[in-house]
Antibody, heavy 119, light 110 residues
Framework: QVQLVESGGDLVKPGGSLRLSCAASGFTFSDYSMSWIRQAPGKGLEWVSYISSSGNSMSYADSVKGRLSISRDNAKNSLYLQMDSLRAEDTAVYYC????????????WGQGTLVTVSS | QSALTQPPSASGSPGQSVTISCTGTSSDVGGYNYVSWYQQHPGKAPKLMIYEVSKRPSGVPDRFSGSKSGNTASLTVSGLQAEDEAEYYCSSYAGRNGVVFGGGTKLTVL
């Protein structure tokens, strides 16, 4: 069965950096686009970024452009989110989600990892 | 403020039907047939319920249906059951803005 397991969430100071990982299993990882979606405590969902199946094409929400960077390693069945210049408003649960190329819905989600940005 | 507008709450009694709206613009909901709906129970990850306006993934009961008219999409839950009580989010492709979500609707089964 499809499994997505996020890790790397932590408490970090404003301006700091963090790298999130998402380990995928149960499907051919290199066949699918992947995405990061976040949810601030008690708030709604916010799309952050997605990356093509090959890793050659990425897209970002304006709120994170230039500070967060998505990448993947198809040999390791892993998705990453490098987070730099973190702000308090980046505090959220970060979910990785599978997205079929050419479509714009997310059919499987991980359980999420919590990132807290606070001094 | 979310890009798509949903009512904060909706409710219905068991067995009844309830419809949740999701209003966007011609740059998102109205411009593409890429509206999807997600169900989220407290403390859990979202689950895909409807994609591409009206398609149901395997395993989602046919009590859940989706539609769209102009810039407004709708999710209808028929024959409400206790386990349908959850938060529901709509989303849409928005061109260069990527994917946008609604603010969520808390569905209460009375």
């Amino acid at each position: 069965q499809v499994q997505l397991v996020e890790s790397g969430g932590d408490l970090v100071k404003p301006g700091g950096s963090l790298r999130l990982s998402c380990a995928a299993s149960g499907f051919t990882f290199s066949d699918y686009s992947m995405s990061w979606i976040r949810q601030a405590p008690g708030k709604g969902l916010e799309w952050v970024s997605y990356i093509s199946s090959s890793g050659n094409s990425m897209s970002y929400a304006d709120s994170v452009k230039g500070r967060l960077s998505i990448s993947r390693d198809n040999a390791k069945n892993s998705l990453y989110l490098q987070m730099d210049s973190l702000r308090a408003e980046d505090t959220a649960v970060y979910y990785c989600a599978r997205k079929r190329g050419g479509t714009f819905y997310f059919d499987y989600w991980g359980q999420g990892t919590l990132v807290t940005v606070s001094s | 403020q979310s890009a798509l507008t949903q009512p904060p709450s909706a409710s219905g009694s068991p067995g009844q039907s309830v419809t949740i709206s999701c209003t966007g613009t011609s740059s998102d909901v109205g411009g593409y047939n890429y509206v999807s709906w997600y169900q989220q129970h407290p403390g859990k990850a979202p689950k895909l319920m409807i994609y591409e306006v009206s398609k149901r993934p395997s395993g989602v009961p046919d009590r859940f249906s989706g539609s769209k008219s102009g810039n407004t999409a709708s999710l209808t839950v028929s024959g409400l059951q206790a386990e349908d009580e959850a938060e529901y989010y709509c989303s849409s492709y928005a061109g260069r803005n990527g994917v946008v979500f609604g603010g969520g609707t808390k569905l209460t089964v009375l």
